[in-house]
Structure formats: structure tokens, C-alpha cells
């Protein structure tokens, strides 16, 4: 059973950071892909980011050249750098382990 903990949303002004962090328990974490989903009030969650195990990136459109994910595999921990935040990144931003193991959230709200 894989246990999740996401810390580090918040509320940010425009054009600020914030850096996301996931911290997984109970699960093979080194040969996992760990992913970052956001859902928007209103709208489906939708995949932000994912590593795989080699350290592979793959973004959405939407916030490529902006967010950065990475992982420690030693800390059992994947990481979210979110810049150049804009207002339509509000979103509660979820923890993904492999195919479908989610955390409990993080809020991020993003407004001036």
C-alpha cells in the first residue's frame, strides 16, 4: 500500500514559485514513473508533469518552459518547480505513483 504526502502549495501572486514536493512510503519508488496532476474546480484532473524511473520529463503544453519535475529516489521524493506562475495554474495539484496511486492533495492558488 503506497502512501503519499504532498506539502508546499500555497497562495502565490502572479509571475511567482512555488516548489511542490511528494513524499512516498510503501512502494518500490526507484523503479516507478511519478507523476503531477492538477484539477481545477470545474474540470477534469489533468496530467502537469511526469518522470520516469530513468529520469524521462514529459510536460503538458501548458506549462512546459515553466515547471520542472524531478525526484530524488533515495528520499523516496518527486519534486515540482513551478515558475512564472499564472492564474489559470489555481488547481489542488496531486501526487502520482506509477498508474494510479494519488496523494491527498495541495492546494495552489495563484492570484494577486
Known amino acids: 500500500q503506497v502512501h503519499l504526502v504532498e506539502s508546499g502549495g500555497g497562495l502565490v501572486q502572479p509571475g511567482g514559485s512555488l516548489r511542490l514536493s511528494c513524499a512516498a512510503s510503501g512502494g518500490i519508488f526507484s523503479i516507478v514513473t511519478m507523476a503531477w496532476d492538477r484539477q481545477a474546480p470545474g474540470k477534469e484532473r489533468e496530467l502537469v508533469a511526469q518522470?520516469?524511473?530513468?529520469?524521462?520529463?514529459t510536460y503538458a503544453d501548458s506549462v512546459k518552459g515553466r515547471f520542472t519535475i524531478s525526484r530524488v529516489n533515495a528520499q523516496k521524493t518527486v519534486f515540482l518547480q513551478m515558475n512564472s506562475l499564472k492564474p489559470e495554474d489555481t488547481a489542488v495539484y496531486y501526487c502520482?505513483?506509477?498508474?494510479?496511486?494519488w496523494g491527498q492533495g495541495t492546494q495552489v492558488t495563484v492570484s494577486s
Open positions: 502520482r505513483f506509477g498508474g494510479g496511486s
Open positions: 518522470i520516469s524511473s530513468g529520469g524521462i520529463t
